[in-house]
């Protein structure tokens, strides 16, 4: 089946830029997405891309498609200590918006 | 503003007994409506999806069961649970065309 797959783990010192990789399969995803999931919590919807751009950018969030490698990646600038959580890349595949996640990627984020 | 909820948020349970987790979405109609699991340390696996009223898709074989009594109203059931039935179940909806997919605070399943 179709998958997506994260690095696991990315530690950063505060201010400085995080940049999250994600590699996908399926060449007929339409959308791809960056959730935020804090501790126990639910996921946070933080951007998406239409795979027809190479990049989209919002706020302190840059989004980069490498369409032809079906890579993806996050840039987070200035990244703070409130950034630490767990992202996960997700792409959207077939009809009705369902999604495949990967297994996330723990950002620790130290002064 | 649409929200959604989940109930409960932890639950335990012992093994054999039965499951009945709910999900409600406000502020909209018509949504498509999900079940995820996210098993300790891994990513989210969708089991449902349902696009109306009794409209309910498999997406992986499973000892779990879906319902969509109502519009806004996803329920996830077992008649039985196994010790792999552990997790995070999070409920997410979408809008009908739309690109955005919004989840729960998500329910904590330990089965033992």
């Known amino acids: ?11 950063v010192r505060e201010g400085d830029s995080s940049v999250i990789n994600c ?6 995803s339409t959308y791809l997405y960056w959730y935020k ?3 126990g919590a ?41 950034d630490s959580a767990i992202y996960f890349c997700a792409s959207a595949t077939g009809g009705y918006n369902k999604l495949i996640f990967g297994a996330g990627t723990r950002l620790a984020v130290h002064p | 503003s ?15 007994s039965p499951l009945s987790l709910e999900c409600t979405v406000e502020g909209t109609s018509n949504p498509n409506l999900y ?11 969708l089991l449902f999806y349902s696009v109306g009223i009794g409209q309910i898709s498999s997406e992986v074989p499973q000892n779990l069961s879906a319902s969509r009594p109502q519009d ?21 909806w979408s809008g009908r065309g739309a690109v955005e997919q919004f989840f729960g605070p998500g329910t904590r399943l330990t089965v033992l």
């Open chain 1, 23 to 28: 590699t996908y399969t399926d060449s007929s």
């Open chain 1, 42 to 82: 639910g996921l946070q919807l933080l951007t998406y891309i239409f795979s027809n751009m190479d990049m989209k950018q919002d706020q302190r969030l840059t989004v980069l498609l490498n369409k032809k490698d079906k890579h993806l990646s996050l840039r987070i600038a200035d990244t703070q200590t409130g």
């Open chain 2, 2 to 16: 649409q929200t959604i909820h989940q109930w409960p948020a932890t639950l335990v349970q012992p093994v054999g």
């Open chain 2, 35 to 45: 079940w995820y699991r996210q098993a300790a340390g891994r990513g989210l696996q």
């Open chain 1, 1 to 11: 089946g179709e998958d997506v797959e994260q690095s696991l783990f990315l530690s």
């Open chain 2, 72 to 92: 806004r109203q996803f329920i996830l059931s077992s008649k039985k649970l196994l010790l792999s039935d552990s997790g995070f179940y999070l409920c997410a």
């Open chain 1, 37 to 39: 999931q804090e501790p």
